[in-house]
């Protein structure tokens, strides 16, 4: 069974900081890449940032720069380190497996997308200005 368990948002001024976990069982931790993926109010959900099983890392532009994400398989938890957040930050975050770099928009946008199929409840994260 497949489970994930997120934690560590909260609210925070823009310009603060959070650091969010993922608890994953069920998966293959040394092969399986992990992907941070964000419920933003009156968007499209959206894959933010990609681990790989030996740490390699992708993210989307917006974020690239202040979010970075790590993973440590013997705890068999993955992270995601934000600075500088903004209000349009503010949303559900979410982690899932399987993520990998896209080109969207006939190639004018690169996305991180994700297969996902089992989802944990998420952890909201909450920025003001």
């Known amino acids: 069974q497949l489970v994930f368990v997120e934690s560590g948002g909260g609210s925070v001024q823009a310009g603060g900081s959070l650091t969010l976990s993922c608890a994953a069982s069920g998966f293959r931790p040394n092969y399986q890449t992990i992907a941070w993926v964000r419920q933003v109010p009156g968007k499209p959900r959206e894959g933010i940032a990609c681990?790989?099983?030996?740490?390699?890392?992708d993210y989307i532009t917006s974020v690239e720069g202040r979010f970075t994400v790590s993973r440590d398989n013997d705890k068999q938890t993955a992270y995601l380190q934000m600075n500088d957040l903004r209000p349009e930050d503010t949303g559900v975050y979410y982690c899932t497996l399987d993520c990998f770099r896209q080109w969207a928009d006939n190639g004018r946008r690169f996305i991180i997308n994700y297969v996902g199929g089992q989802w944990g409840q998420g952890t909201q994260v909450t920025v003001s200005s």
């Open positions: 681990v790989g099983a030996g740490g390699s890392v």
